[in-house]
């Protein structure tokens, strides 16, 4: 198992950066998938961002181009960098861990089961 605690949130005006960062601890972080979510008040919780164990990622629409995630397997850390920040990119982020699954061609990602307690982000205008 994984335990997962994001820090970094905070406000922050428009068109500024903020850096979350998320710890985690157990065993074998590096081979999980990792991804940051987020979830605004009246809406569904949506993917961000993803890393996979290869160092492979993947943006919502949204977010690419201004955001980065990465990941520093030997300090068990995920980072999200969020540049150029928007109103609409108020939410509470939250880290996420996934396992990878093993396919006879292939590895993927299984589902999300491994979550933190979520950080507040707040962008105004």
């Known amino acids: 198992q994984v335990q997962l605690v994001e820090s970094g949130g905070g406000s922050v005006q428009s068109r500024g950066s903020l850096r979350l960062s998320c710890a985690a601890s157990?065993?074998?972080?590096?081979?999980?998938?990792m991804a940051w979510f987020r979830q605004a008040p009246g809406k569904e919780r949506e993917e961000v961002a993803s890393m996979d164990n290869r160092g492979i990622t993947n943006y919502t629409d949204s977010v690419k181009g201004r955001f980065t995630v990465s990941r520093d397997n030997a300090k068990n850390t995920l980072y999200l960098q969020m540049n150029s920040v928007r109103p609409e990119d108020t939410a509470m982020y939250y880290c996420a861990a996934a396992r990878l699954v093993v396919f006879p061609t292939t590895l993927k990602c299984g589902a999300y089961n491994y979550w933190g307690q979520g950080t507040q982000v707040t962008v105004s205008s």
């Open positions: 157990g065993n074998s972080y590096a081979s999980y998938c």
